[in-house]
């Protein structure tokens, strides 16, 4: 408990760092407000681009692009993952053969190619990231809670509820939750670090809302730059959004690890 209590205040200080780039800083993440590739000083504490726009107000607004683009997959991936691998598991038969081909398949794809090919036939919306990269995250979550709930379909509890006429819905309500919500919320956890990351390598080669403030972006943008690496100029232009999405994924990671470790194993 100590360690997720850690971990959920260091990603708070991150939050808010970002929040007060995104709020209340004075300068624009999308308007000059510097000359070009200034270095970092009092009044823009990262420096600017090539642009002269703040990487810092850039940095910022980058965070809770990857926050939403993670907490909405994550969400996805939860439903989806949890309805399919109870019905899987509960239903058995047909169903269960079907869920587990769709498992196997989605599983056993190499996801980054198959991603940039459906990102670049799709469009480049938020929308349609946020669907490719859920499309690639359900399947580790249905395939756990398919399991589990194999495990305790035929348990006492269960078979009594059922003879009295108990549905799939009311059995996962009153009966099931307790067993299965965890390992929803620690899988749900886990796609968020791993959107994050999925995103910003989309957005890297070019398959993401251009118009969005995206790490992947900001660093693509930094790399293809002629002559980066022999300027001092990628010390504040390419460094800080890195760092930026390492830590919070690696936060992200640690607090998922956490969580797993705290909701699944201790007793």
Excluded at 30 to 41: G, V
Aim: hydrophobic share 55%; proline share 4%; charged share 10%.
């Amino acid at each position: 408990m100590k360690r997720i209590a850690v971990l959920c205040g260091v990603f708070s200080l991150i939050f808010c760092v970002f929040l007060y780039g995104a709020v209340c800083y004075p300068h624009s993440g999308e308007l000059p407000s510097a000359a070009s590739l200034e270095a970092p000083s009092a009044a823009h504490w990262l420096g600017a681009d090539n642009l002269g726009v703040d990487i810092y107000a850039q940095i910022s607004r980058g965070f809770f692009h990857s926050i939403l683009i993670g907490l909405c997959t994550a969400l996805a991936a939860f439903l989806l993952g949890g309805i399919l691998g109870v019905c899987a598991g509960y239903l058995g038969g047909w169903a269960d053969l079907a869920v587990e081909f769709f498992i196997n398949v989605f599983l056993s794809m190499p996801q980054l190619p198959v991603m940039i090919a459906a990102g670049a036939f799709w469009g480049q919306s938020r929308l349609n990231i946020i669907c490719i990269i859920a499309a690639f995250s359900w399947a580790p979550i249905a395939k756990q809670v398919r399991a589990r709930t194999m495990a305790i379909r035929n348990t006492e509890y269960l078979i009594l509820a059922r003879s009295y006429g108990g549905g799939l819905w009311y059995l996962f309500q009153v009966h099931m939750s307790r067993d299965i919500m965890p390992l929803l919320a620690v899988g749900g956890m886990g796609v968020i670090g791993k959107a994050i990351v999925q995103e910003a390598s989309l957005a890297f080669l070019g398959l993401s809302d251009p118009l969005a403030k995206s790490w992947g972006l900001l660093i693509a943008r930094c790399t293809s730059f002629q002559g980066i690496y022999f300027t001092p100029f990628w010390k504040w232009w390419l460094l800080p959004p890195v760092l930026s999405l390492v830590v919070s994924v690696a936060v992200l990671r640690m607090l998922a690890r956490a969580l797993e470790r705290k909701l699944l194993f201790d007793t």
